[in-house]
């Protein structure tokens, strides 16, 4: 099971301040990893994948610049001294453990087909009884476009196929979202018709430059998806050596961290994105938080939310408005709308 780590940010960062710094940073949870479900296999070495976009690159050619290698994490001297120089306003980040497709470049997270990014943690249960048909439903330049042999690539090839238009200069929020929840029930469907009962680990995350969609899932009403948080503030600071936390100086959001374990110690600081809930960060850095309404959809999973002192989870229908009052001083100072 892989980790994964993503930031958006009014202000660009230093990646070093994410990825090597703390002292649970993604490079870390390489060899560190604590909340993987498969415990057989704690090391996520199989390569890594960082991808940012250039702060002073803004016109319509607006595409992330990614850095991948098969080395792990932890011993690539050369991801240590780029992320010691290199900032910017939106990062995605992947260390790998393989269980589909060799160790390869062209197998390393994140991807990207013009300006859109995406990478995954999980993966597609017995993903070769429904490979063909992903295969032949893409059209020619998208199935000639993936070059690795993972079913997180086919599965980004997917969700492009969903886009009215893959290469456009711009895209709507929504937009991304619909494909997001397009691609998850198109997998459930051939699943479905090819007798596969494996739940899949869904969690993907895309960018396009601007706004940022990415998913927790699992296809099972009983099992809990892989571990994904979230959190929010003004700024993220370092109070002593390998110790950050999230600043709340004002109701402001200045940026959002999303990551498969928790960067810090600070357990205020993180929230837990509920299994089969969809995250959208928008242009504005608005966190819009819905559950996915399919036939694994369990409504007794809510959401997690502080209140206080207190962390408690508030089960969907009780997420409604007209029950927000109970949670609105959280909503209010996080910035976050659960929409249903």
């Known amino acids: 099971m892989c980790r994964l780590l993503l930031y958006k940010g009014k202000q660009p960062i230093l990646l070093a301040d994410l990825l090597t710094n703390p002292a649970h940073s993604i490079i870390n949870q390489s060899f560190d990893s604590r909340l993987r479900i498969d415990h057989r296999r704690p090391l996520n070495g199989d390569g890594f994948g960082v991808g940012w976009f250039d702060v002073e690159d803004q016109d319509s050619t607006h595409t992330p610049c990614i850095f991948t290698s098969v080395t792990p994490a932890w011993s690539n001297s050369n991801l240590v001294r780029l992320a010691e120089k290199i900032k910017s306003p939106l990062l995605f980040a992947h260390v790998r453990a393989s269980t589909s497709g060799a160790v390869t470049e062209a197998n390393c997270h994140p991807w990207n087909y013009g300006r859109i990014m995406w990478m995954h943690n999980g993966g597609i249960a017995q993903f070769e009884k429904i490979k063909r048909k992903l295969q032949n439903s893409l059209p020619e330049e998208l199935f000639l476009f993936v070059q690795g042999s993972t079913d997180s690539e086919w599965a980004f090839a997917l ?39 494996e739940p899949s680990l869904l969690n993907f995350a895309v960018t396009d430059g601007a706004s940022v969609v990415c998913v927790r899932y699992i296809s099972s009403k009983t099992e809990e998806a892989a571990s994904l948080y979230f959190s929010s503030g003004t700024r993220f600071e370092c109070y002593r050596p390998g110790h950050y936390r999230m600043v709340k100086a004002d109701r402001r959001e200045d940026m959002v961290v999303v990551a498969s374990e928790p960067l810090t110690f600070e357990e205020a600081d993180w929230l837990t994105i509920p299994t089969n809930t969809v995250m959208v960060i928008t242009p504005k850095l608005n966190v819009l938080l819905q559950p996915i309404k399919d036939k694994f959809y369990a409504d007794e999973r809510g959401m997690e939310v502080k209140v206080g002192d207190d962390v408690t989870r508030i089960p969907d229908p009780l997420c409604k408005r007209t029950a927000i009052n109970e949670i609105s001083k959280f909503l209010y100072h996080h910035n976050v709308q659960d929409i249903v």
């Open 159 to 197: 969700f492009l196929s969903f886009l009215a238009n893959p290469k456009a200069d711009t895209f709507d929020h929504q937009e991304l979202k619909s494909a997001m929840l397009k691609t998850i029930a198109q997998l459930n469907e051939w699943a479905d018709e090819a007798g596969i009962t």
